[in-house]
């Protein structure tokens, strides 16, 4: 088992979401916004869904998604943007109002994770997800 190539494959992931941030961000925030992004997404998932998408991502990734998690939680009822935003930046904890600096950045944040996402994800899936997630948060699967 190459564990240099799981951690590369999941860098490889924070690179482009912290290019796609731009200058400010550096991976390790990319980490935690991810992080942030997966863990509400996955709550807000039946256990089913998640495990349908956390076997296409990265392996190191996988255990971002995973740490933590308690599956006979009920999912989350989030359904508006700006409540998804919130859970997003609590989330992220101390880090989180300079990782998301204010709930229009924060939603510009969530979406280069989203964009990210797309790019790893079959487009099944992503279809899967917004099949399942409040009209409000849909479009997230759509960003390109």
């Known amino acids: ?5 799981y951690a590369q494959k ?3 992931f924070l690179v482009e979401v912290s ?36 076997s296409q991502l990265p392996m190191a990734l996988k255990s ?12 989350k009822r989030i359904r508006h943007m700006g409540d ?9 904890g101390d880090a989180g109002y300079n990782d998301f600096a204010a709930k229009k950045n924060g939603l510009n944040t969530i979406e280069v994770v989203f964009k990210v996402l797309n790019r790893h994800v079959s ?7 917004k099949s399942v ?12």
């Not at 992004?37 to 998640?50: A, I, N, P, T, Y």
């Open 19 to 54: 290019k796609e941030l731009g200058s400010d961000y550096t991976t390790k925030g990319a980490g935690r916004i991810v992080r942030s992004v997966l863990h509400v997404l996955r709550d807000l998932l039946s256990v089913e869904e998640s495990l349908q998408l956390v």
């Open 64 to 75: 971002v998604y995973v740490d933590g998690w308690t599956t006979h939680k009920p999912t």
């Open 133 to 144: 997630l409040p009209p409000e948060l849909k479009p997230l699967c759509d960003v390109k």
């Open 123 to 129: 487009r099944g899936e992503m279809l899967d997800i």
């Open 1 to 5: 088992m190459d564990f240099s190539k």
């Open 84 to 92: 998804f935003v919130t859970a997003v930046v609590l989330e992220d």
């Open 10 to 12: 999941g860098n490889e």
